[in-house]
């Protein structure tokens, strides 16, 4: 069988700079413990090299949201230290949850039930304390079928904490009086940026999730979180263009002079998208070069002129701080991470 030659895409992944990541927000953390959401991939970096760099350096609470991703993390990690956000809707779901030891996160009294009638055990509990998404509603405290329930954390999760507004403390407030009501072992409010709204938010553990790698959620943990991925792609076509050569779809870049131009592996199909044109730059041997045209499906072209010994078979990395990069382009950092597709190699480095 032929062996397959290496991806002209690679995506690496600094496991020093994520692990002084967590054990920052850790400690940030104060008296609560930090845990860590890896749903999504662990956002498009690779959970099977993530999460066992996190277990490395303490943390014991991973969070996912589909039970397809389950698979991946009962490897690396105790299964009663993986919680599946989404929760039991069937019960096939929960019959999974209970044969593997995973813990559900239950969410409605539908959630409750099927739990129940499967056979129960130590579970998570989520309540709504504002989002209007996933959890109990507040009118449900106090229900019969929640003080039958094995609960080792009750959570809720914050809708603005991005942000200094009203709705923080309104969701602290209506999380309080859960905690009050409601008999479990840990407490969790705060994701990221919940982290940096201070001591009140923390409870018992944290969820930090777009912080871990490399994400600015709060300008308080700027001088804190230090970068994770970097995505690069190889030169595959060297051309040397005329004054008046237009360069891409569209014509939206036209050569006024001689110039030398590298074609690149990446596109939008790739993650790397059409809001990139004549906004992005990549980074040859610390030298900085730009987009010139519209990027595409697969390609994306850049300016070799100022570049002479750079050609064919080099790698180029793109500039992605995710901070800056959300702020150029307006996806959201977030977006800028989970994009990042499977032609990427995902390569762990320092």
């Keep these: 069988m ?28 104060g008296r609560a413990a930090a845990g860590a959401a890896v749903k999504a991939d662990a956002y498009g970096l690779g959970a099977a090299r993530v999460v066992p760099v996190l277990a490395s350096a303490g943390c014991r609470d991973f969070f996912v949201a589909h039970w397809g991703e389950v698979p991946d993390l009962l490897p690396l990690v105790p299964a009663e230290q993986i919680a599946v956000l989404h929760g039991p809707v069937n019960r096939d779901e929960a019959e999974f949850a209970r044969s593997t030891g995973v813990r559900p996160v239950l969410n409605s009294l539908h959630q409750i039930r099927l739990w129940a009638e499967s056979g129960g055990g130590t579970c998570h509990l989520m309540f709504d304390t504002g989002m209007s998404r996933l959890g109990l509603e507040m009118v449900h405290l106090g229900q019969e079928a929640l003080s039958a329930l094995d609960i080792d954390i009750c959570l809720s999760h914050l ?32 994701n990221s940026a919940g982290i940096a709204l201070g001591d009140a938010y923390h409870a018992d553990l944290t969820r930090p999730g777009i912080a871990l790698y490399g994400g600015i959620a709060r300008s308080e943990l700027g001088g804190v979180i230090k970068p994770v991925a970097q995505p690069e792609a190889m030169i595959v076509q060297v051309r040397n263009l005329e004054p008046g050569a237009k360069v891409g779809y569209n014509a939206l870049f036209c050569a006024s002079k001689p110039m030398r131009v590298g074609v690149l592996s990446v596109g939008y199909a790739d993650g790397y998208l059409r809001c990139w044109t004549g906004k992005g730059h990549f980074t040859w041997q610390g030298q900085r070069t730009p987009v010139l045209g519209r990027v595409s499906m697969d390609l994306t072209i850049v300016d070799l002129t100022d570049l002479p010994d750079c050609g064919d078979g080099d790698w180029l990395a793109a500039d992605y701080d995710l901070a800056a990069s959300s702020s150029a382009t307006g996806l959201s950092q977030y977006e800028l991470l989970t994009l990042m597709g499977r032609r990427f190699s995902r390569q762990t480095g320092c």
């Design 2 to 29: 032929s062996v397959l030659p290496p991806a002209t895409l690679r995506l690496s992944l600094d496991s020093d700079a994520l692990a002084a990541n967590w054990r920052a927000l850790d400690a940030l953390s």
């Design 159 to 190: 809708a603005s904490a991005d942000e200094d507004c009203a709705q923080n403390a309104d969701q602290l407030r209506h999380f309080e009086t859960v905690r009050r009501t409601v008999t479990a072992r840990r407490y969790s409010l705060a």
